[in-house]
């Protein structure tokens, strides 16, 4: 079974401050997504990463894919409460076909 | 707006009920899948299509779930009997394989409560 353990599971922070969300396994994926999720509504993809080391930047949010495909992070420059939900990242297996797994998700909160 | 939508967004049932979900994919995507989530957890897998075949599904999905993607458009997730641990969010999301990767998309969900 393939896991993908986030951390932190929680994090508020103050506005302007910068943060990273970490996303680790034991297995090896062919692609990984990064999403956020509102209150009561689905995950909204922000990125996919494909290729070990590959680096991707979103405006304030870079994202970094594990050169051996087994971890990710997700930096987020001077949080804005804007930024604020849930970040999810999801890994599409080598081989578990095309079902995601999915991490716990980090709640980010961005006070004013 | 041409993402995917799901119906309905909320749906309260009493214990023992049938209940039924659609999700109408984007357009041009031939595969579907369906997630149910629970509060604080990440999504978790229950059954995938491609066009209108069921290609997997998950363990989690007992003989009580049935899900049916007739003509490879739309797509459908019955519940019979409900029970309370069937409360959660179900997620659906869709996509088309590229040479590198298969980037799902997904609806807004439904949010089934189960009294």
């Known amino acids: 079974t393939q896991l993908l353990e986030q951390s932190p599971q929680f994090l508020s922070i103050q506005e302007g401050e910068n943060l990273t969300v970490y996303c680790n396994s034991s297995?090896?994926?062919?692609?990984l997504q990064w999403y956020r999720q509102e209150p009561g509504e689905g995950p909204v993809l922000l990125v996919t990463v494909v290729t070990g080391g590959e680096v991707k930047k979103l405006k304030r949010l870079t994202f970094q894919f594990g050169d051996a495909r087994k971890d990710s992070s997700l930096h987020i420059t001077a949080a804005q409460p804007g930024d604020t939900g849930l970040y999810l990242c999801?890994?599409?297996?080598?081989?578990?076909?095309?079902?995601?797994?999915f991490g716990e998700g980090t709640q980010l909160t961005v006070n004013p | 707006d041409t993402g995917v939508s799901q119906n309905p967004r909320h749906k309260i049932t009493k214990r023992g009920q049938n209940v039924t979900f659609r999700c109408d994919p984007i357009?041009?995507?031939?595969?579907l899948y369906w997630y149910r989530q629970t509060l604080g957890q990440g999504p978790e897998f229950l059954t995938y299509?491609?066009?209108?075949?069921?290609?997997?599904k998950s363990r989690l999905l007992s003989d009580r779930f049935s899900a049916e993607r007739p003509k490879g458009s739309f797509s459908t997730l019955e519940i019979q009997r409900t029970e309370q641990g069937d409360s959660a969010m179900y997620l659906c999301?869709?996509?088309?394989?590229?040479?590198?990767?298969?980037?799902?998309?997904f609806g807004p969900g439904t949010r089934l409560t189960v009294l």
């Open positions: 297995s090896v994926f062919s692609s």
């Open positions: 999801a890994g599409e297996g080598e081989t578990s076909g095309s079902r995601l797994t």
């Open positions: 357009s041009e995507h031939n595969r």
């Open positions: 999301a869709s996509s088309t394989l590229t040479t590198l990767t298969d980037t799902q998309y």
């Open positions: 299509f491609q066009n209108e075949a069921q290609l997997e």
